[in-house]
């Protein structure tokens, strides 16, 4: 959560059926102070996952390889928090700016990266807490791993600032082009 620096999150508790679910909008030091709770729901079965509520709400990317993680940092992209949910599998937050950025942005965003969908509304797996619908066969009550993320040189800070920009103009020219097509159809 530390890397996120966000004001405020919200934790989301779901049971082993993945039905009931609990819901709380916590700050940081909410979050601190409840964690004597958490460890006990978390130990009757429910898994802990976090979302910041944050206006520019970082974007997470999840089911990335180890490999596939390197790759992203090899490359400069700046990482918030990395996080090993299974054996080999990831989710890791990335900065956006300051401003809220669209769906349609993330989308292209982590498509050009050549990742799986943004994940911009979904909950993340909070690191120090028990897995308990582990995707791996074997991989059963798995504690959640936060990882260090490589810090990126500001050149790379650059190329991932052009990269969102890219991202951005590519969805407004798609939008701009939808909207000619839609015009010449009226103007006939």
Wanted: one cysteine or more.
């Amino acid at each position: 959560m530390r890397g996120m620096a966000c004001k405020r999150y919200e934790i989301l508790l779901v049971d082993a059926s993945g039905q009931a679910k609990q819901l709380r909008q916590w700050s940081e030091g909410q979050v601190l102070l409840g964690v004597p709770w958490l460890k006990r729901m978390n130990a009757r079965g429910h898994d802990v996952l976090v979302r910041p509520m944050d206006q520019s709400r970082p974007m997470l990317l999840d089911r990335l390889t180890h490999a596939k993680v390197n790759q992203l940092e090899r490359s400069g992209i700046p990482l918030l928090a990395k996080i090993e949910v299974d054996a080999d599998r990831f989710q890791v937050w990335l900065r956006l700016g300051n401003e809220s950025i669209s769906s349609r942005v993330r989308a292209a965003l982590a498509k050009g990266l050549g990742l799986p969908k943004s994940e911009s509304d979904k909950f993340g797996a909070l690191a120090g807490f028990v897995t308990h619908q582990s995707e791996v066969i074997g991989e059963r009550n798995k504690f959640v791993l936060a990882h260090a993320p490589v810090k990126p040189d500001p050149e790379a800070n650059a190329k991932w600032e052009r990269m969102l920009v890219d991202a951005e103009n590519l969805v407004r020219d798609k939008d701009r082009d939808k909207s000619q097509s839609r015009d010449k159809g009226i103007s006939r």
